[in-house]
């Protein structure tokens, strides 16, 4: 009787403890998140972008938050391109692409998810969260008088690449879809994550926790994926993802590692494969802007090894905005137009069928 007592506390206390681990884990990643406009590599929204491409704000519910909505070059009716951000990020992180479509004739709507920058909320609570966010963002613009009458054309990075498919499960009007370093789904993600922080077997022991952690979130919609989407839909869908993606895992987590499940015979595919540019974050960029890129990354790493391994590390502001104020913005930053020819070449060639 005793040693069955004594088994049952410790099954209570390791089960305990793995929701813990678990909850906290869910807790870090996905906390509110602004970005900081001072401390980014990247240009954002400034006085200048705001002169060339002005955008209205504009505001609509997901779940019981209030998402921000930015829709830029009004004056353009080839389409509407629906933007969905990375994570820990936000559309004005993604300007060179947005730009560029502007630029060939499209009205882009970009918006913040659920706790991120000018949207409400203090969890983004898991990876279902960007599917479900744009399908408020879907829902909003076919409510609106005006963006309801234009064709739709879905596209996003990584979390965002996630969303722009696996939204094509919902029955919405869309006439393309391109993923970049999209995943397919958010456990083996998360999954991925775990394994990378804790190793293989600590990780793989929090697989039940989280998927329980999920369906208590997000209910039916915990298991959503991309290839469902995919196939439901039908429509031309682009596919891109680079082969040495440290993120978005190229022979496991992303999208592209499961065409063969893929039915949809309307799907192309592009992987990127030109070093240094082959990996989640630099395909948008020219190979030299993606080696000072890395550079000034590197040297960002050894500065974070001095103030431990949290989650995240914190780095001193003032250290952070010297080391920043340093980056060669305009070398950093040097799209790759070849990629960006190739999606909005996509789009054309979708809306004319």
């Not at 954002?44 to 705001?50: A, S, V």
């Not at 963006?147 to 990584?158: A, I, N």
């Not at 919609?221 to 895992?249: C, F, M, Q």
């Not at 250290?319 to 070849?338: F, G, Q, T, V, W």
């Amino acid at each position: 009787m005793i040693f069955l007592i004594i088994a049952l506390v410790i099954i209570l206390l390791f089960i305990a403890v793995c929701s813990w681990i678990t909850w906290f884990m869910f807790k870090v990643t996905y906390r509110r998140m602004s970005v900081d406009n001072e401390d980014n590599l990247l240009y954002l929204y400034d006085e200048k972008t705001r002169a060339a491409y002005p955008r209205r704000q504009i505001s609509f519910p997901s779940g019981g938050e209030t998402l921000a909505g930015y829709i830029y070059g009004e004056e353009n009716d080839k389409a509407l391109a629906v933007f969905s951000h990375g994570i820990f990020s936000g559309p004005d992180e993604y300007l060179p692409i947005i730009t560029y479509m502007i630029d060939h004739g499209y009205r882009v709507f970009a918006y913040d998810y659920t706790a991120y920058n000018n949207s409400t909320g203090q969890s983004a609570h898991g990876l279902p969260q960007s599917a479900l966010d744009l399908h408020a963002a879907l829902t909003y613009i076919e409510s609106d008088p005006e963006l309801s009458k234009m064709k739709k054309v879905t596209f996003g990075h990584s979390w965002g690449g996630f969303a722009s498919v696996a939204v094509l499960n919902f029955d919405h009007d869309v006439a393309a879809a391109c993923a970049m370093s999209g995943f397919n789904d958010g456990h083996t993600v998360s999954m991925e994550a775990s394994v990378g922080m804790m190793g293989p077997f600590l990780g793989n022991i929090l697989s039940p926790f989280i998927s329980v952690l999920d369906r208590i979130r997000f209910g039916r919609y915990a298991t959503i994926n991309a290839v469902d989407g995919i196939n439901k839909s039908g429509i031309p869908v682009l596919i891109t993802h680079a082969d040495r993606d440290e993120v978005i895992t190229y022979d496991n987590a992303s999208i592209i590692c499961h065409r063969a499940e893929i039915t949809n015979p309307n799907v192309e595919y592009v992987t990127i494969t030109e070093e240094p540019r082959n990996n989640h974050n630099d395909f948008f960029l020219t190979c030299e802007s993606a080696a000072a890129t890395q550079e000034f990354r590197r040297g960002y790493a050894e500065i974070e090894k001095k103030y431990g391994k949290g989650m995240p590390v914190e780095v001193p502001r003032q250290i952070r905005h010297e080391y920043y104020s340093k980056a060669d913005k305009e070398l950093c930053n040097r799209p790759s137009i070849e990629y960006f020819e190739t999606v909005c070449g996509f789009f054309d060639r979708a809306l004319e069928k």
